[in-house]
């Protein structure tokens, strides 16, 4: 019921979306004036909107933006912040081809107190620049007086934590129902943490994290990188050749050992394996375990570059306003880390 409530809430937030334009938007106006304003931009971050030809040298450029969310109804007026003359950019036109055009980029601001609350994701405008020339004031639009959608950070963030939240509860109370704790998950056959599968937690929550983030900011999916692909990819490989080391030495080559004949007036002594975990901390230390509590490089190799990579990812995504595209050598250094973490299991086996 509850989970019903949250979702209709969602919806009833982002059902209404006003007529966008073409990412990136323009329409020819005041002497022949073309003002372009990319779809999707950041509030907390300076807005960039790009006018061709190039403006006069000494003009101040005011952006306001019509039909905003502010709940008076008037425009919002957002201050200059930088003003580049002589630009040359790329940008794609309504047809899909790459235009190359100059002019003038400038820089406006988005004051906090005029930035959507926390429960607002997105919001949208109808932005339009305005100057001073000849003492006449000289206006440019957007065709149509179209809508340009603009995430809001804080807004993303706290529905994504809600989501991300939620669909952990959820899991946790399965666990639970089946009588056992949500951190079983992660439990190895020995009741350690397992390494591999908690590098396919922290990868499924920073990506999934990330693409709810922006989606629920543009109201639509963000393009996946390949990289990103081939490396959840390695995670979840990585974790299913570990079980099959664990579980099923002959799969993996291993021939099973002999029997030895069993004296009769002898009890045959017990294997050394390693003692279940004392503590939660205990537990959690098990992922650099390899052998009854003999730390491994391999495996600490292998959890630093992954705690490395998830953190530089959260940080990119959240900064460039796209899910980055991870470096193929990052790609092919995660590879060699978790072969070497195989590698180490197997010899350990």
């Known amino acids: ?49 790009r006018v061709t030809p190039d403006l006069p040298t000494g003009a101040e450029p005011e952006l306001f933006l019509d039909n905003s969310w502010k709940a008076d109804g008037q425009p919002l007026a957002l201050p200059l912040i930088g003003l580049g003359h002589d630009q040359v950019w790329t940008e794609t036109n309504a047809q899909g081809t790459p235009v190359t055009r100059s002019g003038t980029i400038a820089w406006f601001r988005v004051p906090p107190p005029a930035r959507p609350t926390f429960l607002t994701p997105q919001g949208y405008a109808m932005p ?16 149509g007086r179209k809508a340009v959608g603009f995430g809001n950070l804080t807004g993303g963030w706290f529905w994504t934590g809600i989501l991300t939240l939620g669909t952990a509860f959820a899991l946790g109370m399965l666990a ?6 949500p951190a079983a998950y992660l439990h190895d056959t020995d009741g350690y943490w397992s390494l591999a599968s908690f590098q396919i937690l922290l990868w499924t929550l920073a990506s999934g994290a990330v693409v709810s983030l922006l989606a629920l900011m543009r109201l639509n999916l963000p393009s996946i990188p ?18 099959l080391l664990t579980k099923v030495p002959i799969l993996a080559g291993e021939a099973p050992p002999p029997e030895p004949e069993k004296p009769e007036e002898k009890p045959e002594p017990a294997p050394v394996t390693l003692a279940p975990p ?17 730390l491994s490089l391999a495996r600490g190799q292998m959890l630093f570059w992954t705690v490395i990579m998830v953190a530089v990812f959260l940080v990119k995504s959240v900064s460039d306003g796209i899910v980055w595209e991870v470096p193929w050598q990052m ?7 978790q072969a070497g973490y195989l590698a180490s299991k197997k010899v350990s086996g």
């Open 331 to 337: 790609v092919a250094l995660m590879g060699l880390s």
């Open 128 to 143: 339009r620049i305005q100057w001073k020339e000849d003492g006449t004031t000289q206006v440019v639009m957007l065709e």
């Open 278 to 294: 004392c503590s939660t901390w205990d537990a959690v230390a098990g992922m650099v375990y390899e052998g009854p509590r003999q």
């Open 226 to 243: 390949d990289s990103l692909v081939i490396l959840m990819g390695l995670s979840l490989a990585t974790a299913g050749s570990a079980a």
């Open 1 to 49: 019921m509850r989970l019903a409530i949250l979702l209709s809430v969602i919806v009833s937030m982002v059902a209404f979306r006003p007529a966008l334009a073409e990412a990136p938007s323009n329409h020819m106006g005041t002497k022949g004036y073309i003002l372009t304003v990319a779809d999707g931009q950041i509030l907390s971050r300076d807005i960039v909107v």
């Open 176 to 181: 639970r129902a089946s009588g056992r704790s």
